[in-house]
């Protein structure tokens, strides 16, 4: 049950696009396409914002996506705004369990 | 509108007991499969326990089996987690989390949180 690998800290100006990356394993992220991503601002409980890899609940602007190759599943933040900086966390489906990432700080110079 | 509300967090001694509620409203309780997730001062997200919607199957992080005891109550429309034996490293807020669908793969995503409650573990 190791935790998945992000980035610590990814950064852009207003209007562009960053990406966070989550590794795992064949065991979770690459075995499952349940990959969800959470965004945490100080604070505050986490908001699920992508869930089955690429979808998003209802509410949630599509500025942010989600992908995934083999081990590695993918957060793109489009567009970025003020509002965005905040912490990210993906998660992944383990069967038995489920892993979160370490979380990844997106700062808006 | 989903509420879920935790309870029962506080001060404890290393080797001590305490037992989170979650009082759940606004859906239909029995029929949604439940999750606790802590998040320690300053750190990540760590997934503790899922139970599903009839209590029939539970998991646990292996962080936390053993020493932890995670119910429910569909007469209360409440979540329990039961902890045992704790150390200072359990030492966190704790979320209660609903799963995102009622039938299905569970641990798609977890799409309501509480705000948490506060456990510390300390002499």
């Known amino acids: 049950q190791s935790a998945l690998t992000q980035p610590r800290s990814v950064s852009g100006s207003p209007g562009q696009s960053v990406t966070i990356s989550c590794t795992g394993t064949s065991n979770d992220v690459g075995g499952f396409d349940y990959v969800s991503w959470y965004q945490q601002h100080p604070g505050k409980a986490p908001k699920l914002i992508i869930y089955?890899?690429?979808d998003r609940p209802s509410g949630v602007p599509d500025r942010f996506s989600g992908s995934k190759s083999g081990n590695t599943a993918s957060l793109t933040i489009s567009g970025l705004q003020a509002e965005d900086e905040a912490d990210y966390y993906c998660c992944s489906y383990a069967g038995t369990y489920r892993v979160f990432g370490a979380g990844t700080k997106v700062t808006v110079l | 509108e989903v509420q879920l509300v935790e309870s029962g967090g506080g001060l404890v001694q290393p080797g001590g007991s305490l037992r989170l509620s979650c009082a759940a409203s606004?859906?239909?309780?029995?029929?949604?499969?439940m999750n606790w997730v802590r998040q320690a001062p300053g750190k990540g997200l760590e997934w503790v326990s899922y139970?599903?919607?009839?209590?029939?199957?539970?998991y646990y992080a292996d962080s936390v089996k053993g020493r932890f005891t995670i119910s429910r109550d569909s007469a209360k429309n409440s979540l329990y987690l039961q902890m045992n034996s704790l150390r200072v490293e359990d030492t966190a807020v704790y979320y209660c989390?609903?799963?995102?669908?009622?039938?299905?793969?569970?641990?798609?995503?977890?799409?309501?949180w509480g705000q948490g409650t506060l456990v510390t573990v300390s002499s």
């Open positions: 139970i599903s919607s009839s209590s029939s199957t539970i």
């Open positions: 089955d890899v690429s």
């Open positions: 989390a609903r799963d995102l669908g009622r039938i299905g793969v569970s641990g798609r995503g977890f799409l309501h």
């Open positions: 606004g859906f239909t309780f029995s029929s949604y499969r």
